[in-house]
T-cell receptor
Framework: AQSVAQPEDQVNVAEGNPLTVKCTYSVSGNPYLFWYVQYPNRGLQFLLKYITGDNLVKGSYGFEAEFNKSQTSFHLKKPSALVSDSALYFCAVRPPYNTDKLIFGTGTRLQVFP | GAVVSQHPSRVICKSGTSVKIECRSLDFQATTMFWYRQFPKQSLMLMATSNEGSKATYEQGVEKDKFLINHASLTLSTLTVTSAHPEDSSFYIC??????????????FGDGTRLSIL
């Protein structure tokens, strides 16, 4: 079965420190990979995607993610966290054989402390 | 960029009331829209896929008669929660697929509707 795992319910980091939010997936073939951010009582905002090419992709607000095919991972990273980065982050996968659906992870709450 | 407008943002109503939520694509045509439900501290659960001009495709376990979906135009899909009860209280989010922008983003999301049934 296809699935996306975000092993951490919450990640705490001090402002100015680097952050990593983990994501692994189990989907056959070469899926498209995405990261979304959700602020309280809001919908999802697109951060970045990986389809093909360079394994390190850069996205909005200084975020980047590294695709690792052998580990089937797509971890979200940022070199220097901001308090305003505090939000709920979702990793999502679009299977190559189904262009309609997105499979979401369970989400990771990022808390950046001043 | 593509904008999806969802209305209302918040609804509080009595048990037994039917509630309609609208999802509009403001600057693109969306042949496909999606409806999600999000429980507190949980991920998004896909409820149904809404296709313009045809019946919606519901995910397993989602009651079709409870959650009525209509996608009558290329820019509007509606979700009606019929005879809502407290257990239907949740955060409902819609998204729309922009075929012209699929290379960038597969779905554009609305801001969600917080439904509270008393």
């Amino acid at each position: 079965a296809q699935s996306v795992a975000q092993p951490e319910d919450q990640v705490n980091v001090a402002e100015g420190n680097p952050l990593t939010v983990k994501c692994t997936y189990s989907v056959s073939g070469n899926p498209y990979l995405f990261w979304y951010v959700q602020y309280p009582n809001r919908g999802l905002q697109f951060l970045l995607k990986y389809i093909t090419g360079d394994n390190l992709v850069k996205g909005s607000y200084g975020f980047e993610a590294e695709f690792n095919k052998s580990q089937t991972s797509f971890h979200l990273k940022k070199p220097s966290a901001l308090v305003s980065d505090s939000a709920l982050y979702f990793c999502a996968v679009r299977p190559p054989y189904n262009t309609d659906k997105l499979i979401f992870g369970t989400g990771t709450r990022l808390q950046v402390f001043p | 960029g593509a904008v999806v407008s969802q209305h209302p943002s918040r609804v509080i109503c009595k048990s037994g009331t039917s509630v309609k939520i609208e999802c509009r694509s403001l600057d693109f045509q969306a042949t496909t829209m999606f409806w999600y439900r999000q429980f507190p501290k949980q991920s998004l659960m896909l409820m149904a896929t809404s296709n313009e001009g045809s019946k919606a495709t519901y995910e397993q376990g989602v009651e079709k008669d409870k959650f009525l979906i209509n996608h009558a135009s290329l820019t509007l899909s509606t979700l009606t929660v019929t005879s809502a009860h407290p257990e239907d209280s949740s955060f409902y989010i819609c998204s729309a697929r922009d075929l012209q922008d699929e290379g960038n983003q597969p779905q554009h999301f609305g801001d969600g509707t917080r439904l509270s049934i008393l």
